[in-house]
């Protein structure tokens, strides 16, 4: 007596048949979709193991990209031959009286940061005009930039101030010269001679006034 049917045409299945006598459809045991025999599920595993331990492999020990590097912030030496692009942030932070701002500019000019320390004393000009060493310092921060003759205007300022201002004086006998106005060079310099400066600035003055050539 039949047992079972086809699962393909429903025809009675005799005996242990492996195949339908009707469509030949095999009738053997299948594997139930989504199920694995304990061999194969040991398989699986050890494949799946063997890829998660070479994709760590190639994760931490593979070529990696460095992190992009924060730019920079502009450096305050540039500031000795140009003013630098953020200016307008370094102006905002500024401080707004007269001795913050002198003193800034001092620190500025000792390292080198003219066009920054020119910027800090020009301010502190605004609190009060007739600082004669303010303005004798933003001259030699001029002279530093190349700006000579805004230099002597504020050399010459200062000595309208203080009459007897020594460095302004050998201040505008060095720009003079670097200008090749020998003549002018060498009436300030003598000034300060005849006038008695203190001794180290008399020896360098009057090294100077050696090491000109005559006649100029």
């Not at 009738?27 to 998660?52: C, E, F, M, N, W």
């Not at 924060?70 to 000795?80: S, V």
């Not at 700006?147 to 003079?176: R, S």
């Amino acid at each position: 007596m039949a047992s079972k049917q086809c699962p393909r045409c429903s025809e009675p299945i005799i005996g242990d048949a492996r195949f339908c006598p009707a469509c030949g459809c095999p009738l053997g045991r299948t594997r139930p979709l989504g199920r694995y025999s304990a061999k194969d599920q040991v398989i699986i595993i050890v494949i799946l193991l063997a890829a998660a331990a070479l994709y760590m492999m190639w994760h931490w020990m593979g070529p990696r990209q460095s992190a992009p590097s924060r730019p920079a912030p502009e450096l305050a030496e540039n500031a000795g031959t140009s003013p630098p692009t953020n200016m307008a942030t370094f102006i905002a932070s500024l401080p707004k009286e007269f001795e913050p701002l002198v003193s800034m500019g001092n620190g500025l000019m000792d390292q080198g940061q003219f066009a920054l320390a020119v910027e800090c004393y020009r301010r502190a000009l605004q609190f009060r005009p007739q600082a004669a060493d303010v303005l004798v310092d933003l001259g030699a921060c001029q002279h530093a930039l190349g700006q000579l003759q805004e230099a002597i205007a504020n050399f010459k300022k200062g000595l309208e101030y203080d009459p007897a201002h020594k460095i302004a004086k050998f201040n505008l006998g060095i720009t003079y010269a670097d200008l090749g106005d020998s003549a002018q060079a060498r009436q300030w310099w003598q000034q300060l001679v005849d006038e008695g400066a203190p001794d180290q600035l008399r020896y360098r003055v009057e090294s100077l006034l050696l090491a000109m050539p005559s006649g100029k």
